[in-house]
């Protein structure tokens, strides 16, 4: 299991907020609209697809920063003010949200800036959806999801997902035209489990023509914001990018980042429509990879 500052650590060191982490210079838990909307953030986290989340207190994100220097852009948090912000924080979510999702407070030290980060740490959770009860402020009540950096009220389809989720649910990463509610349920049949999707950004996702496809396949996956934790501890499901190429390339990259293939989403056209396609298939190219290198050891 990595340890957590390696989890967090190329999100600070960016600046650049995922759907499973969070930076904030500070927090402030002092009054009933503070405390709805840190509410707000941690439910949006807890109810978004994937691993455990994180809000990491202390650092400042790529639109604050002046400096790429960790001493200037890690403003720290006071590790003597831990016990009071646990019990706050615990406050903050009894009172705004239903159910409460399992988060807890950890410190740990930067080793470059050598000042202490305060991480609320939101364990995955399979008690969705996390509902924030009552409007406060501009916030308004309602179940909230993180898409990419931003949170926003979860669609139809996102709340029936959280609902039929268990733990044994693999997590698709959709490079091509979101799934249309059809599809999603031809996914249920064949997974068992209605399925968890995180669309990457721009989808369906355009390749440049004059810029190197390893490159774009990089960006791609990292703009995807999976942690190191999501990469060593779940199971993808590629729905792959129409150019060949480009697939072959996405699955490569995947292989090397999680140390095996993902399965793979398999579509055809529908018989009564062509331009409406199925989902017919799940490809289990480890399965195909591992079988294949069993039959060239065969003398």
Known sequence: MPDLFSILEPVIASGMETRKIDLKREVDLSDKPHAAKFAKIVS?????????????IGVQDHKERTSSDPHDYVVGFDPDQADDFQRQMQQALHNNLE?????EFRSVIHPLAG?????????????????LKRASGEIEPGVYVKRGSEMMLANAD????????SQ????????????THTQLLQLQGLLGALPEVVDLPGTPVQFIDDRPLTEQVVDLLDNAGLTLEERTSLHFIINPPGLAS???AVLAEMH???????????????????????????????NIRDTARAR???P
Do not use: W
Request: net charge positive; glycine share 6%.
């Open 246 to 248: 480009a697939a072959s």
């Open 256 to 286: 090397g980042r999680c140390g095996h293939f993902p399965h793979v989403s398999r579509m055809t056209p529908s018989p009564e429509d062509r331009s409406v396609y199925s989902v017919v298939e799940i490809v289990m190219l480890q």
């Open 296 to 298: 060239a050891t065969r």
């Open 99 to 103: 159910p409460v999702p399992m988060a």
């Open 168 to 179: 044994d649910s693999r997590l698709i990463l959709n490079f091509a035209r979101p799934f």
């Open 115 to 131: 000042k202490y980060l305060g991480v609320v740490q939101i364990a995955r959770s399979f008690n969705r959806p996390h509902r």
């Open 44 to 56: 949006a986290m807890a109810n978004t697809p994937g691993g455990a989340a994180y809000i990491v």
């Open 158 to 165: 996102e709340v029936e997902a959280m609902r039929a989720a």
